[in-house]
Structures are given as C-alpha cells and as structure tokens.
C-alpha cells in the first residue's frame, strides 16, 4: 500500500528556513516525477515544485531562488529545502506524485504545516 508521509513542517520567523522531508513507501517513487504542493487558508492547493525521477527540477515563481527540491531515489524520500521565508509560505505542504491522476489523488498524506510569522 502506497503512502506519503511529510514531516519537518514548523512555525519560523519570516528569513529563516526549514527542510521538509517526504517519506514515499510503495512503488510510486523511484521511476516517477515527484512534487511539493501547498494549500495556504481559504485557497486551492498548488503546485510549489517537482522533480523527475533523473533529478530535472522546475519550480513556482513565487519560490525560485529560495525553495530547493531533491531526491535520495535510494531512501524513496524527497526533501524541500526552504530558505528566505515569506508570511505567504504559510501553508499545509503536500509531496505526491506529478501530475496527479485518478490514483495518486487518493493518497493525499496528512501534510505539514509551515507558519511564517511576520
């Protein structure tokens, strides 16, 4: 059984960093584009940054030059490192797979929560 499980989420003042970290057990990761979403309050979930399984990265515009996506294929677990935090980080942040299709969107894990205080 496949599951995603975010950690490293916390409440920082806004110019400091954290490092999310996503668990994936199953069979989902090694050979898939993976990603990072987040839903702030009141707002749609969106997509933060992804990463092909070779290591090819792309990223929002809201978070180039400050968020950094990467991989460990070998420990099936993807980080984002976050740097130079803005109050509009705020949010609950999501890894699964990229593009999510019928399947990966049942598997939403519980997330973690960024708060960013001004």
């Known amino acids: 059984q496949v599951q995603l499980v975010e950690s490293g989420g916390g409440l920082v003042q806004a110019g400091g960093s954290l490092r999310l970290s996503c668990v994936v057990s199953g069979s989902i990761f090694s050979m898939n584009t993976m990603a990072w979403y987040r839903q702030a309050p009141g707002k749609q979930r969106e997509l933060v940054a992804l990463?092909?399984?070779?290591?090819?990265?792309n990223s929002a515009d809201s978070v180039k030059g400050r968020f950094t996506i990467s991989r460990d294929n070998a420990k099936n677990t993807m980080y984002l490192q976050m740097n130079n935090l803005k109050p509009e980080d705020t949010a609950v942040y999501y890894c699964n797979k990229w593009p999510i299709n019928e399947y990966v969107a049942r598997l939403w894990g519980q997330g973690a929560q960024v708060t960013v205080s001004s």
């Open positions: 990463i092909s399984s070779g290591g090819n990265t």
